[in-house]
């Protein structure tokens, strides 16, 4: 039995209208008390084994590691994201603590959790989140210099949105979600 396809109205408020903005209120700050919530918000994800492999180093406009992160940006990502009121780099540990597991096979996924709670909470306090992969991986790496086992995933660059959600936002059904993976038999 398949899923009937759903309206996005059926959806709750806060998935139906998270949206990745090109554009952010450079006016617009993450004070402390924010910035706490969104990283109590990523704390309180579900991971293997209660793990939790994620870490983070976040940065606001005008604070050092701000500065630190914007020289490592793609041109694409810094048009929009050094706007934003904070930038996080997104970390995961794949190295376990136990010797004979070399590399924990949930840990990116378990820090995509963390990000997921991260951007509901944002959205839940009037602040968007857009993720990104665009940045100088090496470089920035090179920069941060995190301890042995800890790997730099991505970044997110939240804030208050300048600008509204595109209209008519495109997204693949459900029907596609469930055939894609797999081949027809011939």
């Known amino acids: 039995m398949r899923p009937a396809p759903e309206s996005p109205d059926s959806l709750h408020p806060l998935l139906a209208g998270r949206f990745s903005p090109s554009r952010f209120d450079p006016s617009a700050a993450v004070d402390d008390r924010t910035l706490g919530l969104l990283l109590e918000a990523a704390r309180w994800a579900p991971s293997a084994g209660n793990s939790q ?22 041109p694409s990502s ?12 997104t970390l995961t540990r794949r190295h376990a603590g136990d010797p004979d597991i070399l590399y924990s096979e949930f840990a990116d996924y378990d820090l995509g959790q ?17 993720q990104f992969r665009a940045f100088d991986l090496d470089a920035l790496t090179k920069e941060l210099d995190p301890s042995p086992g800890w790997a730099i995933v991505s970044m997110v660059a939240v804030g208050k949105a300048a600008g509204e959600a595109p209209a008519g936002r495109l997204r693949r059904s459900v029907a596609d979600l469930l055939a894609a993976p797999w081949t027809e038999a011939e």
Request: no cysteine; hydrophobic share 55%.
């Open 114 to 130: 963390a990000i997921a709670h991260m951007t509901v909470q944002a959205q839940a306090m009037g602040l968007s989140a857009h």
């Open 78 to 89: 810094a048009r929009w994201a050094t706007d934003a009121g904070l930038l996080v780099v």
């Open 53 to 74: 492999p994620w870490g983070f180093f976040t940065a606001r406009p005008g604070e050092p590691g701000h500065a630190r992160l914007l020289p490592h940006l793609a």
